[in-house]
């Protein structure tokens, strides 16, 4: 099992930033991706970032240029630093980590919200 746990969620106003945290613990040697996802209210879950083992990265349009993702194998931590925040961005933000298949393993953390309002 793995599991994962977010932190750095907050309220902050448009045009700010904010980290996100995630830390990995137990079984994260089998882990191949990492990435973020959101929740905004009464929508799905949406994909915002990933990073693969080697470094790969991947963001979703809306983010490109403003969000960052970054992993500390030592610390066995995935980051988002998130820079120049919209309303829109505001959501429950998730840490999820994938074994990849067939068949692909996902696991979530609980979410850390995040608030972009002035």
């Known amino acids: 099992q793995v599991q994962l746990v977010e932190s750095g969620g907050d309220l902050v106003q448009p045009g700010g930033s904010l980290r996100l945290s995630c830390a990995a613990s137990?079984?994260?040697?089998?882990?191949?991706?990492m990435g973020w996802y959101r929740q905004a209210p009464g929508k799905q879950r949406e994909l915002v970032a990933t990073?693969?083992?080697?470094?790969?990265?991947y963001y979703e349009d809306s983010v490109k240029g403003r969000f960052t993702i970054s992993r500390h194998n030592t610390k066995n931590t995935v980051d988002l630093k998130m820079n120049s925040l919209k309303p829109e961005d505001t959501a429950v933000y998730f840490c999820?980590?994938?074994?990849?298949?067939?068949?692909?393993?996902?696991?979530w953390g609980q979410g850390t919200r995040v608030t972009v309002s002035s």
């Open positions: 137990g079984n994260i040697f089998v882990i191949d991706l």
């Open positions: 999820g980590a994938a074994r990849l298949g067939p068949p692909t393993t996902r696991y």
């Open positions: 990073i693969t083992n080697d470094g790969g990265t």
